[in-house]
């Protein structure tokens, strides 16, 4: 089993920028990749970024050259860096772990971009 845990969703004004962390613990060994989700109310939910073990990372085409996906091993961390943020980057965003023993995801963090 896999543990994560979302913080610093807010509310930001357009144009902004905020950092989601997500907290991992469990079964930490065994996880081969990770990655953001988002969900926006009435749309389906949207891969945003992952990334491998190895360091590859992959962006959606809309939010590719404004969010960063990072990750801290040696503080179980991963992060979503957004910036120059847009009212349909409006979301709920979910961290998620891509393990052998399956797929866990956090509870999520809301963002509200919004002037």
């Known amino acids: 089993q896999v543990q994560l845990v979302e913080s610093g969703g807010g509310l930001v004004q357009p144009g902004g920028s905020l950092r989601l962390s997500c907290a991992v613990s469990?079964?930490?060994?065994?996880?081969?990749?990770m990655g953001w989700y988002r969900q926006a109310p009435g749309k389906q939910r949207e891969l945003v970024s992952t990334i491998t073990s190895g360091g590859g990372t992959n962006y959606a085409d809309s939010v590719k050259g404004r969010f960063t996906i990072s990750r801290d091993n040696s503080k179980n961390m991963l992060y979503l860096h957004m910036s120059s943020l847009k009212p349909e980057d409006t979301a709920v965003y979910y961290c998620?772990?891509?393990?052998?023993?399956?797929?866990?995801r956090g509870p999520g963090t809301q963002v509200t971009v919004s002037s």
């Open positions: 469990g079964d930490i060994f065994n996880i081969n990749a």
């Open positions: 998620n772990a891509f393990a052998i023993s399956g797929q866990f």
